[in-house]
């Protein structure tokens, strides 16, 4: 009995080793890429949620990159709102809200089926257009 429990210990270390321990976070980038409000497309990157990753951070606009309006003028990311959705089924999460300040804009959308989402953001006003970039991670707890 001894040996089969010391043989289970050493495989469970082993396993531990091999993989680490959980409770670590991790996480999957898929990049900057630019947008434009109100153009009809979809903005960013593809994103690919797993069940080891359901969880997806957005952020907007840091080191320079936006938002601006079409125009040039700076555009507080807190008026911006951006949804997930999925181009195959065509089910989208409720819009959200940029949280944070210039430099720091980000939103989360947790517990995410398995699939691929594309990112739809969208501005308060008909009047104007706004620019710059976004970029998502996928991630786990």
Not at 8 to 33: D, E, I, K, Q, R
Not at 85 to 102: H, I
Request: aromatic letters at 14%; charged letters at 15%.
């Amino acid at each position: 009995m001894k040996k089969v429990l010391s043989v289970m210990g050493s495989l469970v270390l082993t396993v531990m080793a091999l993989f680490g321990f959980s409770g670590t976070a991790s996480a999957n980038s898929f990049g900057w890429t630019y947008f434009e409000t109100e153009d009809g497309k979809w903005d960013g990157n593809s994103i690919i949620t797993t069940y080891s990753q359901p969880n997806v951070e957005v952020h907007l606009g840091a080191d320079g990159r936006g938002p601006y309006t079409i125009g040039g003028t700076r555009v507080d990311g807190q008026t911006l709102r951006v949804r997930l959705c999925n181009p195959v089924t065509s089910a989208c999460t409720a819009y959200q809200y940029f949280g944070g300040s210039e430099g720091l804009y980000s939103t989360i959308f947790t517990g995410m089926k398995p699939a691929t989402y594309r990112l739809d953001v969208i501005d308060s006003s008909s009047s104007y257009r706004v620019k710059g970039y976004v970029e998502a991670a996928t991630f786990s707890w």
